[in-house]
């Protein structure tokens, strides 16, 4: 079975503070995503690599870039960590079970004091 | 873009009873449409995927219909058990290549025993 893995499941972090959140997929896929979740709003993109070094903005990239520098491995990063970032981030990697299936990561939830 | 719907309301149903849970769109009908299960604090885990041209399919204890004249998805539960309670999320594919799937809010399920 496909496994993404993220490192952080909880995170308290400061009002400015620089914030990475790493992603880890072991089948070799070629496609990975940033999705953040919040009651009421469902699950939105963020970003989404489909290559080592390639990204593509989601509908809420404002405020966050992301890393791509091998293909397991995709990071996403706030530079300057604000409230309204506080939320739930689900890294996932396409290929599942059948075509155009994605497969998530267990979260991580962030919290900006 | 599109837009998703589903029922934002709890499901409360008694064990040994089928679940309905509905997922209904705008704009264009996608190739394809997937529900996912997630579970508190997890993320979201495929379920099923239905095509365009697939009126209905199944899995074990789970069916999906997917009509596309009334752009709409129902996903049934039979004889439903307490371990299905779950939020419960369709995703539309924007692209057909499963990069820009776009969320439903999901519904929960709450199976009483």
């Known amino acids: 079975d496909v496994k993404v893995t993220q490192s952080s499941r909880y995170l308290v972090k400061r009002t400015g503070e620089k914030v990475f959140l790493e992603c880890v997929q072991d089948?070799?896929?070629?496609?990975m995503f940033w999705y953040r979740q919040d009651p009421g709003l469902g699950l939105r993109l963020i970003y989404f690599?489909?290559?080592?070094?390639?990204?593509e903005k989601g509908d809420i990239p404002e405020g966050y870039s992301v890393s791509r520098e091998k293909k397991e491995r995709f990071s996403l990063i706030l530079e300057s960590a604000s409230t309204n970032q506080t939320s739930m981030y689900l890294c996932?990697?396409?290929?599942?079970?059948?075509?155009?299936?994605?497969?998530f990561g267990a979260g991580s939830r962030l919290t900006v004091l | 873009s599109q837009k998703i719907e589903q029922n934002s309301e709890a499901l409360n149903i008694q064990e040994g009873k089928t679940a309905t849970l509905t997922c209904n769109y705008t704009?264009?009908?996608?190739?394809?449409l997937q529900w996912y299960r997630q579970d508190p604090g997890r993320g979201p885990v495929f379920l099923l995927l239905?095509?365009?041209?697939?009126k209905e399919k199944r899995k074990e204890r789970l069916k999906v219909t997917f009509d596309t004249t009334l752009k709409q998805s129902l996903f049934h539960i039979t004889a439903s058990q307490p371990a299905d309670s779950a939020t419960y999320l369709c995703?539309?594919?924007?692209?057909?290549?499963?990069?820009?799937?776009?969320f439903g809010g999901g519904t929960r399920l709450m199976v009483k025993p």
């Open positions: 996932a990697s396409l290929g599942g079970p059948g075509a155009n299936v994605l497969t």
């Open positions: 089948m070799d896929h070629e496609n």
């Open positions: 690599s489909y290559d080592v070094k390639m990204k």
């Open positions: 704009n264009y009908s996608p190739a394809y």
């Open positions: 239905i095509r365009e041209n697939e």
């Open positions: 995703a539309l594919d924007q692209d057909n290549a499963g990069n820009m799937l776009t």
